[in-house]
């Protein structure tokens, strides 16, 4: 029975993980190099890989976010979806550093 490394099942991983979100949400190669350098990544830089209206969002207090849900000038939809992409985009950073 032949043992896998385990540097190469981490990579395999990685790559499963990746390969799970979406086209739309990935950073490009530039995005990861400015990722490397930045010293904050939070808030305005996360946020400028999101739409105007996903960064607004994810801005909001837990308060305010259900408050718009009930008045339904938000959707559940749109809060998830804008939270799904900032993980996502949070989950590629942070993976710069095993790379």
Not at 43 to 50: A, Q
Request: hydrophobic fraction near 40%.
């Amino acid at each position: 029975m032949s043992q896998i490394p385990w540097q190469d099942q981490a990579a395999e991983k990685v790559a499963r993980t990746a390969a799970k979100i979406p086209s739309k949400w990935r950073i490009s190669l530039e995005d990861r190099d400015r990722a490397r350098k930045a010293r904050n990544l939070t808030g305005p830089f996360i946020h400028s890989f999101l739409s105007e209206d996903e960064a607004e969002i994810v801005r909001l207090d837990s308060v305010t976010l259900v408050q718009r849900i009930a008045s339904s000038s938000l959707s559940s939809l749109e809060v998830a979806s804008a939270y799904c992409k900032t993980a996502a985009i949070a989950h590629q950073i942070v993976s710069l550093s095993h790379n």
